[in-house]
């Protein structure tokens, strides 16, 4: 046999060789999908008895319908929590407005108050000049002061006793000294303008003449 035979052979048997490696390599192939089919085909048939087993099985129920009570519970406090909010901000808006008026009409009680005086007052200067009766005139006067006087202590408003009392410069303000005898010294003797007081506190000094040093009793 010559060299070309030789190789003739060889190459004829290395194509057996691979005709026959693709044919397994086929068969492998064929076998693996036949396998997968079927293994479909079987999950296929149990998913519906597995389902029906589930949906028997009572645990299974149990956690169904707890479930289902737990996503209405939610459902309803979350309702319930929308509702709060929505309330919280109208009471809030209404608090504020409340507030707000409370500020801008802080003065009507004063004020309803003091209108019968300020009639009063109105209704004499309109007949000041048809009186010629002083002691007239001085009596409606003095009865429009003692209602007004009596309106401001109601609102807690007090006048200063100043006159005859020790100088204090929590209470008084002294624009002049004088040397006055009879009188101790730092002595209020005059007041030029009243102070009042709001409740307990100052809104307006006393304006006061206070005897100085030279002064003695």
Known sequence: ????EK????????????????????NSAETENKKQNE???????????????IEDNPEYKALKQQNDSLTNEVSELKDRLLRKAAEFENYKRRTENEHLNFLKYAAESFISKVL????????????INESSNIETITSGLNMIFSKFSKV???QGV??????GMPFDF????ALLQQTVQGVAPHTVIEVV???????????????????DENSAA
Request: charged residues 35%; hydrophobic residues 30%.
């Open 116 to 127: 019968p005086v300020y009639d009063d007052l109105e209704r004499s200067l309109a007949h």
């Open 152 to 154: 401001l202590e109601e």
């Open 1 to 4: 046999m010559n060299n070309k």
């Open 158 to 163: 007090k006048k200063i006793e100043a006159k």
């Open 193 to 211: 303008e009243p102070g009042y007081m709001y409740k307990d506190k100052v809104i307006r000094h006393a304006k006061v003449i206070v005897s």
């Open 39 to 53: 293994q479909s085909v079987e999950n296929e048939l149990l998913e519906p008895a597995a389902s029906a087993n």
């Open 7 to 26: 190789k003739n052979g060889k190459d004829k048997e290395s194509n057996e060789i691979k005709i026959e490696r693709g044919s397994n390599t086929t």
């Open 170 to 173: 929590n209470f008084h303000e």
